[in-house]
């Protein structure tokens, strides 16, 4: 079977693989199509990570073999599915901290996304695989995944109806927290550099949007004379000295600030603790989904409730994939597509 190897961040390469063999508990699953995840970028770019490695798990894929005790699923059934599943026993999970699990980090895909074939363990057929309708929208279904990682974001946030949040970064991340806080009727200022994706959110149901570089008065001063108490709660999906010290300039005293995107390389961030230690904020982040979250992801995706139709863009074969890396990384699409 064919696979594409990351070698090195500008080093990519289709090669041929062995076809995973399964076991009587397990789903072969052919890619029909794999999105591009910003903790794939991050992993692209590591240098301490060991490669060849193969990634990717946004997957929708076709149910190529099915093991003799599978009866969830046969074979033909259009599937999405995800990478990672918490033991639901441990402490971090009995605390709610599924992401923390032990287990949640050794479960994978084999051999990754970016492949031609892809085995699905009991665990994934049991916890992070869904069967998506007849004629149902493949491109769309690819966001369910990060859809649920927003809506482990938005669990851990407290909020009340008529609440203002702020969403800094107006990628296809900070477009799916809009489009959830607007399900909830909420206030949303997006924040970003981009006039073009701060149109996209204007049009999305934004009630401010603003670009910090674009006026003479700061980002703070901006948001109070529109919401004089300021933000309730802050979403950074962008998290570095910048975007931090501007949300503690417009975070009303008692507010939440979830850090959603945070760069490794930049994560070591000056910080006046006095401030949040007086104003009694609480600063939380959040990784990752649980089968809960995909659930229910699942569910406003294939509904209709969250329409993921704005960041869609073209497909491009896996054999062009640094062309939409890099397109990516150019901010001139949200998310990058691929299929054989």
């Not at 990628?171 to 997006?190: C, R, S, T």
Request: charged share 25%; aromatic share 8%.
């Amino acid at each position: 079977m064919k696979v594409l190897n990351c070698y090195g961040e500008k080093d990519f390469r289709m090669e041929e693989a062995q076809k995973p063999g399964i076991s009587d508990n397990e789903l072969l699953i052919e890619m029909l199509y794999c999105s591009l995840c910003g903790s794939d970028i991050i992993k692209i770019f590591d240098p301490l990570l060991k490669k060849p490695d193969v990634y990717g798990h946004e997957i929708v894929g076709r149910v190529a073999e099915t093991g003799q005790k599978v009866k969830k699923f046969k074979k033909g059934d259009i599937v999405v599915a995800a990478h990672h599943i918490p033991c639901g026993d441990c402490t971090y999970c009995r605390h709610g901290n599924h992401t923390m699990c032990d287990g949640f980090k050794k479960t994978n895909i084999y051999p990754g996304g970016f492949s031609q074939y892809i085995r699905l363990s009991e665990k994934h057929i049991n916890n992070t695989t869904f069967k998506l309708p007849d004629g149902f929208d493949l491109l769309k279904a690819l966001f369910i995944e990060p859809l649920a990682c927003c809506i482990r974001a938005m669990d851990r946030i407290d909020r009340l109806p008529g609440d203002v949040v702020s969403i800094t970064g107006a990628g296809a991340i900070g477009i799916l927290f809009l489009l959830l806080l607007k399900l909830e009727d909420l206030k949303v200022v997006v924040i970003d550099m981009d006039r073009q994706r701060l149109d996209i959110a204007r049009q999305l149901g934004a009630d401010l949007v603003i670009d910090p570089a674009d006026h003479e008065k700061p980002v703070g001063q901006r948001i109070k004379s529109r919401y004089a108490n300021g933000i309730d709660s802050a979403i950074l999906t962008v998290t570095n000295q910048y975007t931090l010290s501007d949300t503690l300039s417009f975070i009303r005293p008692g507010g939440n600030i979830n850090i959603f995107g945070m760069s490794e390389k930049n994560s070591i961030i000056p910080f006046d603790f006095g401030k949040v230690y007086k104003n009694e904020l609480t600063i939380k982040s959040t990784y990752s989904a649980t089968p809960d979250t995909l659930a229910r992801a699942f569910k406003l995706i294939i509904s209709g409730k969250i329409d993921p139709s704005y960041l869609v863009s073209d497909v491009f074969p896996l054999s062009e994939f640094k062309k939409g890396l890099d397109l990516t990384l150019e901010r001139k699409i949200y998310k990058a597509f691929y299929k054989l």
